[in-house]
Nanobody
Framework: QVQLVESGGGLVQAGGSLRLSCAAS????????MGWFRQAPGKEREFVAA????????VYADSVKGRFTISRGSAKNTVYLQMNSLKPEDTAVYYC??????????????????WGQGTQVTVSS
């Protein structure tokens, strides 16, 4: 089993920044891809960003491209989501996810095997 713990959420004004962190513990994999998703009240969960552990290639949702940056920590069991120029529509619970094996596509929830409990991000106008 892998445990994922997110932190860094909170309340911020529009235009501000937050950095989310996700720490993985438990069973380790030689390499695993990680992603961030979010879910706003009354809406479906949506993909935000993902990073390949091998090579560090990243992919972003169009809605966050240029504002959010996903990165990995030097310990390789931590992933970050730097969120800049936040907008009220970014308000959601943000979830970290981990794929136990390499998947061709990382933009869908079905690619991931483990999920964190989520952290609330609220952007006020």
């Amino acid at each position: 089993q892998v445990q994922l713990v997110e932190s860094g959420g909170g309340l911020v004004q529009a235009g501000g920044s937050l950095r989310l962190s996700c720490a993985a513990s438990g069973r380790t994999f030689s390499s695993y891809d990680m992603g961030w998703f979010r879910q706003a009240p009354g809406k479906e969960r949506e993909f935000v960003a993902a990073i390949r552990w091998s090579g560090g290639r990243t992919v972003y949702a169009d809605s966050v491209k240029g504002r959010f940056t996903i990165s990995r920590g030097s310990a390789k069991n931590t992933v970050y989501l730097q969120m800049n120029s936040l907008k009220p529509e970014d308000t959601a619970v943000y979830y970290c996810a981990c794929a136990a094996s390499t998947k061709l596509v990382l933009t869908t929830g079905t690619a991931y095997d483990y999920w964190g409990q989520g952290t609330q991000v609220t952007v006020s106008s």
